[in-house]
């Protein structure tokens, strides 16, 4: 699956991976009653971060390579903005699932509160608070 999923060999090698460890780290794996069903949650759950996280590092090298090359962007601040970019997406990966999902359904795919409580299952004021949750987490980076 994760070969299927990933563009790249390489990628598709350390995803397989990283899936294996999870599974081996997994505490209660004698007890578990559909081992494909769990595999595959494993291996959807690594394939979103992953996603996920090229996603962030594709919009932050986008980013890079349309501004302007001024001294303001030197090596230097490009290495503290990718820093920063790692401590939200850490910050990220530490919320609850359904405040992550939120906060990623409305930022990368750009759907609107309403298209996210449906997606969700939950209420549109429950999509806000979710948000609100997200800013105060992450309000502390400061951005260069």
Request: proline share 4%; charged share 25%.
């Amino acid at each position: 699956m994760a070969v299927q999923k990933s563009t790249c060999p390489n990628h598709a090698e350390d995803l397989s991976h990283e899936i294996f460890i999870k599974l081996m780290q997994s505490s209660d794996l004698e007890n578990i009653r559909q081992p494909r069903a769990f595999l595959m949650t494993i291996a959807r759950r690594t394939l979103a971060n992953y996603w996920r996280r090229k996603k962030l590092e594709d919009n932050y090298l986008e980013y890079i390579r349309v501004m302007p090359t001024i001294s303001s962007h030197s090596s230097e601040n490009q290495l503290v903005l990718l820093e920063q970019l790692e401590k939200i997406d850490k910050t990220l990966d530490e919320l609850p699932t359904k405040v992550r999902q939120a906060f990623l359904l409305t930022q990368l795919q750009g759907l609107r509160y309403k298209e996210v409580a449906e997606d969700l299952g939950i209420s549109t004021s429950s999509v806000k608070h979710y948000l609100n949750q997200v800013h105060r987490k992450c309000h502390p980076f400061d951005m260069p």
